[in-house]
Protein backbone atom coordinates (compact mmCIF):
# COMPACT_ATOMS: atom_id res chain seq x y z
CA UNK A 1 0.00 0.00 0.00
CA UNK A 2 1.40 3.61 -1.04
CA UNK A 3 -0.92 4.60 2.05
CA UNK A 4 1.14 7.77 4.29
CA UNK A 5 -0.86 6.30 7.41
CA UNK A 6 -2.21 2.84 8.91
CA UNK A 7 -4.62 4.20 10.87
CA UNK A 8 -6.00 7.51 10.66
CA UNK A 9 -8.15 9.11 13.67
CA UNK A 10 -11.15 11.12 12.83
CA UNK A 11 -12.90 13.01 14.94
CA UNK A 12 -10.20 12.77 17.64
CA UNK A 13 -11.01 15.94 18.99
CA UNK A 14 -14.06 14.91 20.11
CA UNK A 15 -14.82 12.64 23.92
CA UNK A 16 -14.21 9.26 22.61
CA UNK A 17 -11.83 10.24 19.47
CA UNK A 18 -9.21 11.22 21.89
CA UNK A 19 -9.56 8.50 24.14
CA UNK A 20 -8.90 6.61 20.76
CA UNK A 21 -6.10 8.65 20.31
CA UNK A 22 -4.97 8.42 23.84
CA UNK A 23 -5.02 4.70 23.70
CA UNK A 24 -2.91 4.37 20.36
CA UNK A 25 -0.72 6.88 21.69
CA UNK A 26 0.25 5.49 25.22
CA UNK A 27 -0.18 1.46 24.09
CA UNK A 28 1.52 1.43 20.49
CA UNK A 29 4.73 4.01 21.29
CA UNK A 30 7.57 3.29 19.92
CA UNK A 31 6.17 0.76 17.78
CA UNK A 32 7.77 1.78 14.55
CA UNK A 33 6.05 -0.47 12.60
CA UNK A 34 2.73 1.96 12.82
CA UNK A 35 2.03 5.13 11.58
CA UNK A 36 -1.20 7.02 12.62
CA UNK A 37 -2.80 9.85 12.31
CA UNK A 38 -5.53 12.56 13.95
CA UNK A 39 -7.76 14.18 12.24
CA UNK A 40 -10.40 16.81 12.74
CA UNK A 41 -12.33 20.05 11.78
CA UNK A 42 -9.54 22.14 13.78
CA UNK A 43 -5.93 22.29 13.48
CA UNK A 44 -5.16 24.18 16.60
CA UNK A 45 -8.01 21.75 18.26
CA UNK A 46 -5.74 18.56 17.04
CA UNK A 47 -3.11 20.16 17.93
CA UNK A 48 -4.21 20.66 22.18
CA UNK A 49 -5.11 17.15 21.93
CA UNK A 50 -2.12 15.86 20.89
CA UNK A 51 -0.34 17.65 23.80
CA UNK A 52 -2.65 16.70 26.09
CA UNK A 53 -2.81 13.04 25.28
CA UNK A 54 1.19 13.30 25.03
CA UNK A 55 1.39 11.91 21.72
CA UNK A 56 4.72 12.93 19.89
CA UNK A 57 4.87 15.96 18.54
CA UNK A 58 5.34 15.11 15.18
CA UNK A 59 2.20 13.27 14.85
CA UNK A 60 0.51 14.57 11.94
CA UNK A 61 -2.26 16.57 12.06
CA UNK A 62 -5.24 16.45 9.31
CA UNK A 63 -8.04 18.69 8.83
CA UNK A 64 -11.12 17.24 7.93
CA UNK A 65 -14.86 17.99 7.98
CA UNK A 66 -17.71 15.76 7.07
CA UNK A 67 -19.54 18.86 5.43
CA UNK A 68 -16.46 19.04 2.85
CA UNK A 69 -15.99 15.65 0.64
CA UNK A 70 -12.98 17.03 -0.66
CA UNK A 71 -11.12 16.99 2.42
CA UNK A 72 -12.73 13.81 3.88
CA UNK A 73 -11.59 12.50 0.32
CA UNK A 74 -8.18 14.00 0.82
CA UNK A 75 -7.98 12.22 3.73
CA UNK A 76 -8.97 8.90 2.88
CA UNK A 77 -6.53 8.72 0.41
CA UNK A 78 -3.58 8.75 3.18
CA UNK A 79 -4.93 6.11 5.18
CA UNK A 80 -5.09 2.53 5.32
CA UNK A 81 -7.65 2.12 7.36
CA UNK A 82 -10.24 5.17 8.57
CA UNK A 83 -11.42 5.36 12.53
CA UNK A 84 -14.24 7.23 12.77
CA UNK A 85 -15.90 8.25 16.10
CA UNK A 86 -17.74 11.51 14.59
CA UNK A 87 -21.90 10.28 15.40
CA UNK A 88 -24.91 10.54 14.88
CA UNK A 89 -23.40 8.42 11.57
CA UNK A 90 -27.04 9.09 10.32
CA UNK A 91 -25.96 12.41 10.43
CA UNK A 92 -22.38 13.19 9.79
CA UNK A 93 -21.25 9.31 8.60
CA UNK A 94 -22.66 8.96 4.72
CA UNK A 95 -20.12 10.82 2.71
CA UNK A 96 -16.97 9.08 4.84
CA UNK A 97 -18.20 5.67 3.96
CA UNK A 98 -18.86 6.60 0.59
CA UNK A 99 -15.19 7.57 0.00
CA UNK A 100 -13.78 4.63 1.93
CA UNK A 101 -15.72 2.18 -0.40
CA UNK A 102 -14.64 4.08 -3.47
CA UNK A 103 -11.02 4.11 -2.72
CA UNK A 104 -10.22 1.29 -1.01
CA UNK A 105 -9.70 1.98 2.69
CA UNK A 106 -10.51 0.69 5.37
CA UNK A 107 -13.19 2.13 7.87
CA UNK A 108 -14.27 1.31 11.34
CA UNK A 109 -16.86 3.21 13.58
CA UNK A 110 -19.00 2.53 16.96
CA UNK A 111 -22.17 2.79 14.48
CA UNK A 112 -25.31 1.65 16.86
CA UNK A 113 -27.72 2.83 14.20
CA UNK A 114 -29.11 0.21 12.14
CA UNK A 115 -31.24 1.73 9.90
CA UNK A 116 -28.75 4.11 8.52
CA UNK A 117 -26.20 0.60 8.86
CA UNK A 118 -28.92 -1.00 6.03
CA UNK A 119 -28.96 2.30 4.16
CA UNK A 120 -24.84 2.08 3.47
CA UNK A 121 -24.94 -1.47 2.92
CA UNK A 122 -27.69 -1.51 0.12
CA UNK A 123 -25.57 1.36 -1.21
CA UNK A 124 -22.11 0.75 -0.85
CA UNK A 125 -21.46 -2.57 -0.39
CA UNK A 126 -20.85 -3.50 -4.53
CA UNK A 127 -18.39 -0.64 -4.30
CA UNK A 128 -16.65 -1.76 -1.47
CA UNK A 129 -16.16 -5.16 -2.63
CA UNK A 130 -14.94 -3.72 -6.07
CA UNK A 131 -12.36 -1.52 -4.92
CA UNK A 132 -10.74 -3.57 -1.76
CA UNK A 133 -12.57 -1.49 1.19
CA UNK A 134 -13.66 -3.61 4.22
CA UNK A 135 -16.14 -1.58 6.02
CA UNK A 136 -16.90 -2.60 9.42
CA UNK A 137 -19.60 -1.05 11.52
CA UNK A 138 -20.29 -1.20 15.41
CA UNK A 139 -16.58 -1.77 16.49
CA UNK A 140 -17.64 -0.76 20.44
CA UNK A 141 -19.50 -2.00 23.46
CA UNK A 142 -22.26 -1.92 20.90
CA UNK A 143 -21.57 -4.53 19.67
CA UNK A 144 -18.47 -6.41 19.97
CA UNK A 145 -19.18 -8.13 23.36
CA UNK A 146 -22.54 -9.79 22.44
CA UNK A 147 -21.30 -10.77 18.97
CA UNK A 148 -18.24 -12.29 20.43
CA UNK A 149 -20.13 -13.80 23.37
CA UNK A 150 -22.49 -15.19 21.06
CA UNK A 151 -19.77 -16.85 18.74
CA UNK A 152 -17.88 -17.88 21.93
CA UNK A 153 -20.63 -19.63 23.76
CA UNK A 154 -21.41 -21.34 20.42
CA UNK A 155 -17.44 -22.65 20.13
CA UNK A 156 -18.50 -24.46 23.49
CA UNK A 157 -21.85 -25.74 22.33
CA UNK A 158 -20.49 -27.27 19.57
CA UNK A 159 -17.48 -28.97 21.54
CA UNK A 160 -20.19 -30.00 24.41
CA UNK A 161 -23.18 -30.85 22.01
CA UNK A 162 -20.96 -31.56 18.87
CA UNK A 163 -23.11 -28.74 16.89
CA UNK A 164 -23.89 -25.43 17.49
CA UNK A 165 -27.20 -24.68 18.77
CA UNK A 166 -30.33 -22.49 17.36
CA UNK A 167 -31.25 -20.66 20.64
CA UNK A 168 -29.04 -18.35 22.46
CA UNK A 169 -29.87 -15.96 25.52
CA UNK A 170 -27.52 -12.78 26.05
CA UNK A 171 -28.14 -11.51 30.06
CA UNK A 172 -26.34 -8.40 30.60
CA UNK A 173 -25.50 -9.35 34.41
CA UNK A 174 -24.09 -6.19 35.71
CA UNK A 175 -23.14 -2.75 34.21
CA UNK A 176 -21.59 0.16 36.09
CA UNK A 177 -20.92 3.24 33.61
CA UNK A 178 -23.06 5.82 31.31
CA UNK A 179 -23.76 4.73 27.73
CA UNK A 180 -22.24 7.31 25.59
CA UNK A 181 -23.60 10.84 24.78
CA UNK A 182 -23.24 9.83 20.81
CA UNK A 183 -25.21 6.65 21.63
CA UNK A 184 -28.48 8.69 23.02
CA UNK A 185 -27.97 11.00 20.35
CA UNK A 186 -27.91 8.74 17.82
CA UNK A 187 -31.17 6.98 18.73
CA UNK A 188 -32.73 10.22 19.25
CA UNK A 189 -31.69 10.84 15.86
CA UNK A 190 -33.23 7.68 14.80
CA UNK A 191 -36.46 8.34 16.75
CA UNK A 192 -36.93 11.73 14.50
CA UNK A 193 -36.32 9.79 11.62
CA UNK A 194 -38.62 7.44 11.79
CA UNK A 195 -41.09 10.11 12.79
CA UNK A 196 -40.46 11.69 9.67
CA UNK A 197 -40.78 8.82 7.85
CA UNK A 198 -43.40 6.42 9.10
CA UNK A 199 -42.48 3.52 6.68
CA UNK A 200 -38.88 2.94 8.99
CA UNK A 201 -41.36 1.50 11.57
CA UNK A 202 -41.37 -1.44 10.59
CA UNK A 203 -37.63 -1.53 9.77
CA UNK A 204 -36.38 -0.31 13.12
CA UNK A 205 -38.73 -3.42 14.73
CA UNK A 206 -37.36 -6.16 12.46
CA UNK A 207 -34.37 -8.37 13.36
CA UNK A 208 -33.42 -9.17 10.15
CA UNK A 209 -33.17 -5.64 8.85
CA UNK A 210 -29.69 -6.03 8.14
CA UNK A 211 -29.13 -9.11 6.46
CA UNK A 212 -31.07 -8.29 2.84
CA UNK A 213 -32.27 -11.12 1.43
CA UNK A 214 -32.43 -13.31 4.10
CA UNK A 215 -35.35 -13.35 6.99
CA UNK A 216 -35.28 -15.87 9.92
CA UNK A 217 -37.52 -17.06 12.51
CA UNK A 218 -39.58 -15.11 14.75
CA UNK A 219 -37.56 -13.37 17.39
CA UNK A 220 -38.64 -12.52 21.18
CA UNK A 221 -39.72 -8.80 21.42
CA UNK A 222 -37.78 -8.48 24.48
CA UNK A 223 -39.74 -5.10 25.30
CA UNK A 224 -41.27 -5.67 28.71
CA UNK A 225 -40.30 -7.44 31.55
CA UNK A 226 -40.35 -11.36 31.90
CA UNK A 227 -39.84 -13.68 34.09
CA UNK A 228 -36.54 -16.03 32.55
CA UNK A 229 -37.43 -19.78 33.80
CA UNK A 230 -34.00 -20.52 32.50
CA UNK A 231 -32.51 -17.53 34.45
CA UNK A 232 -34.52 -17.98 37.66
CA UNK A 233 -34.75 -14.18 37.37
CA UNK A 234 -37.07 -11.61 36.16
CA UNK A 235 -35.83 -10.08 32.91
CA UNK A 236 -35.84 -6.15 32.01
CA UNK A 237 -35.41 -4.35 28.15
CA UNK A 238 -32.01 -4.03 27.29
CA UNK A 239 -31.66 -0.34 25.51
CA UNK A 240 -28.56 -1.70 23.04
CA UNK A 241 -30.48 -5.14 22.35
CA UNK A 242 -31.79 -3.29 19.06
CA UNK A 243 -28.30 -2.62 17.73
CA UNK A 244 -26.95 -6.03 18.90
CA UNK A 245 -29.61 -8.62 17.81
CA UNK A 246 -29.59 -7.22 14.23
CA UNK A 247 -25.52 -7.20 13.87
CA UNK A 248 -25.63 -11.07 15.65
CA UNK A 249 -28.18 -12.19 12.95
CA UNK A 250 -25.75 -10.56 9.97
CA UNK A 251 -23.09 -11.71 11.91
CA UNK A 252 -24.36 -15.24 11.50
CA UNK A 253 -25.61 -14.50 8.05
CA UNK A 254 -21.76 -13.30 7.13
CA UNK A 255 -20.37 -16.95 8.26
CA UNK A 256 -23.05 -18.97 5.97
CA UNK A 257 -25.73 -19.75 9.05
CA UNK A 258 -23.08 -21.62 11.27
CA UNK A 259 -25.77 -20.90 14.31
CA UNK A 260 -28.44 -22.37 12.02
CA UNK A 261 -31.10 -20.53 9.68
CA UNK A 262 -33.40 -21.13 12.44
CA UNK A 263 -31.40 -19.07 14.57
CA UNK A 264 -33.20 -17.01 17.67
CA UNK A 265 -31.71 -14.95 19.71
CA UNK A 266 -32.85 -11.78 22.68
CA UNK A 267 -31.04 -9.83 25.15
CA UNK A 268 -31.98 -9.08 28.33
CA UNK A 269 -31.20 -7.16 32.05
CA UNK A 270 -31.05 -9.73 34.93
CA UNK A 271 -32.88 -8.40 37.61
CA UNK A 272 -33.13 -10.65 40.35
CA UNK A 273 -35.78 -13.53 41.44
CA UNK A 274 -39.23 -13.13 43.23
CA UNK A 275 -41.25 -9.81 44.09
CA UNK A 276 -38.13 -7.36 44.51
CA UNK A 277 -36.80 -8.43 40.85
CA UNK A 278 -39.97 -7.73 39.58
CA UNK A 279 -40.00 -4.40 41.19
CA UNK A 280 -35.99 -3.93 39.66
CA UNK A 281 -37.55 -4.87 35.90
CA UNK A 282 -39.99 -2.44 36.07
CA UNK A 283 -37.66 0.12 37.41
CA UNK A 284 -35.39 -0.78 34.53
CA UNK A 285 -38.19 -0.14 31.89
CA UNK A 286 -38.99 3.32 33.54
CA UNK A 287 -35.06 4.47 33.22
CA UNK A 288 -34.85 2.93 29.50
CA UNK A 289 -38.03 5.05 28.61
CA UNK A 290 -36.28 8.40 30.04
CA UNK A 291 -33.03 7.35 28.20
CA UNK A 292 -35.07 7.04 25.35
CA UNK A 293 -36.60 10.52 25.49
CA UNK A 294 -33.05 12.35 26.49
CA UNK A 295 -34.69 12.94 30.05
CA UNK A 296 -32.03 11.02 31.81
CA UNK A 297 -29.42 14.03 32.03
CA UNK A 298 -26.67 11.94 30.64
CA UNK A 299 -23.61 12.58 28.62
CA UNK A 300 -24.28 15.16 25.75
CA UNK A 301 -22.07 14.37 22.62
CA UNK A 302 -18.42 15.32 23.13
CA UNK A 303 -19.17 14.61 26.82
CA UNK A 304 -18.35 11.86 29.16
CA UNK A 305 -17.33 10.23 32.97
CA UNK A 306 -14.14 11.30 33.96
CA UNK A 307 -10.79 8.89 34.14
CA UNK A 308 -11.43 7.74 37.68
CA UNK A 309 -15.18 6.84 36.73
CA UNK A 310 -13.96 4.99 33.27
CA UNK A 311 -11.66 2.82 35.29
CA UNK A 312 -14.40 1.91 38.06
CA UNK A 313 -16.71 0.95 35.58
CA UNK A 314 -17.12 -2.87 34.18
CA UNK A 315 -19.36 -5.04 32.50
CA UNK A 316 -20.58 -8.59 32.78
CA UNK A 317 -22.41 -10.02 30.21
CA UNK A 318 -24.03 -14.14 30.09
CA UNK A 319 -24.39 -15.84 27.45
CA UNK A 320 -26.46 -18.96 27.94
CA UNK A 321 -26.71 -21.73 24.37
CA UNK A 322 -29.77 -24.03 25.48
CA UNK A 323 -29.61 -27.63 23.13
CA UNK A 324 -33.38 -28.59 21.87
CA UNK A 325 -33.14 -31.19 25.06
CA UNK A 326 -32.72 -28.27 27.24
CA UNK A 327 -28.58 -28.62 28.54
CA UNK A 328 -27.05 -25.64 28.47
CA UNK A 329 -23.54 -24.40 27.79
CA UNK A 330 -23.00 -21.09 30.00
CA UNK A 331 -19.96 -18.13 28.83
CA UNK A 332 -19.18 -14.65 30.72
CA UNK A 333 -18.10 -11.81 28.56
CA UNK A 334 -16.72 -9.02 31.18
CA UNK A 335 -14.74 -5.69 30.55
CA UNK A 336 -12.88 -4.22 33.17
CA UNK A 337 -13.60 -0.03 31.81
CA UNK A 338 -17.16 1.93 31.84
CA UNK A 339 -18.96 0.61 29.23
CA UNK A 340 -19.21 3.27 26.72
CA UNK A 341 -15.69 5.04 26.97
CA UNK A 342 -12.81 2.88 28.49
CA UNK A 343 -13.95 -0.18 27.23
CA UNK A 344 -15.30 0.95 23.37
CA UNK A 345 -11.92 2.97 23.02
CA UNK A 346 -9.94 0.50 23.37
CA UNK A 347 -12.04 -2.09 21.73
CA UNK A 348 -11.86 -0.05 18.11
CA UNK A 349 -8.45 0.61 18.03
CA UNK A 350 -7.93 -2.67 19.04
CA UNK A 351 -10.06 -4.03 16.44
CA UNK A 352 -8.25 -1.50 13.43
CA UNK A 353 -4.53 -3.31 14.63
CA UNK A 354 -6.53 -7.02 14.65
CA UNK A 355 -8.03 -6.49 11.09
CA UNK A 356 -4.41 -4.40 8.91
CA UNK A 357 -2.42 -7.08 11.01
CA UNK A 358 -3.93 -10.40 12.58
CA UNK A 359 -6.35 -10.38 9.83
CA UNK A 360 -5.08 -8.84 6.72
CA UNK A 361 -6.68 -11.10 4.27
CA UNK A 362 -10.74 -10.39 5.30
CA UNK A 363 -12.05 -10.08 1.76
CA UNK A 364 -13.76 -6.78 0.66
CA UNK A 365 -17.57 -5.81 1.78
CA UNK A 366 -18.92 -4.67 4.64
CA UNK A 367 -18.73 -6.75 7.81
CA UNK A 368 -19.00 -7.14 11.21
CA UNK A 369 -16.06 -7.53 13.37
CA UNK A 370 -16.75 -10.63 14.76
CA UNK A 371 -17.62 -12.24 11.46
CA UNK A 372 -14.70 -10.53 10.17
CA UNK A 373 -11.77 -11.46 12.37
CA UNK A 374 -13.20 -14.09 15.32
CA UNK A 375 -11.08 -15.87 17.21
CA UNK A 376 -7.79 -13.58 16.51
CA UNK A 377 -9.97 -10.34 18.09
CA UNK A 378 -11.25 -12.45 20.30
CA UNK A 379 -7.24 -13.20 21.28
CA UNK A 380 -6.39 -9.24 20.91
CA UNK A 381 -9.28 -8.06 23.02
CA UNK A 382 -7.97 -10.51 26.16
CA UNK A 383 -4.53 -9.74 25.45
CA UNK A 384 -4.60 -6.18 25.10
CA UNK A 385 -8.44 -4.64 25.71
CA UNK A 386 -9.38 -6.00 29.18
CA UNK A 387 -11.80 -8.52 28.10
CA UNK A 388 -12.22 -11.65 29.37
CA UNK A 389 -13.79 -14.71 27.31
CA UNK A 390 -15.06 -18.02 30.13
CA UNK A 391 -16.90 -21.06 29.34
CA UNK A 392 -19.14 -20.94 33.20
CA UNK A 393 -19.46 -24.48 34.60
Given at each position: MSSKFDIVVYGATGFTGQLVAEYLAAHYKGDSGLKWAMAGRSKDKLAAVRDAIGAPDDTALIVADGGDAASLQAMVAQARLIITTVGPYQLYGSELVAACAASGTDYLDLCGEPLWMRKMIDAHEAAAKSSGARILFSCGFDSIPFELGVYFVEQAAKKEFGAP???????????????????????????????????????????????????????????????????????APFIMATINTRNVHRSNMLMDFPYGRDFVYDEMVLTGPGEQGEANAKKVVAAVNAERMGASGGPKPGEGPSKEERENGMYDLLFVAIAPDGKQVRAAVKGDRDPGYGSTSKMIAECALCLLRDTPNVPAGIWTPGAAMGDKLIKRLVDNAGLTFEVEK
Open positions: VARVKGRVRAMKGTFSGGTAASARATFAAVAQDLSLVSMVQDPFVLTPGFDGPKQPRGNKPLLDEDMGSWT
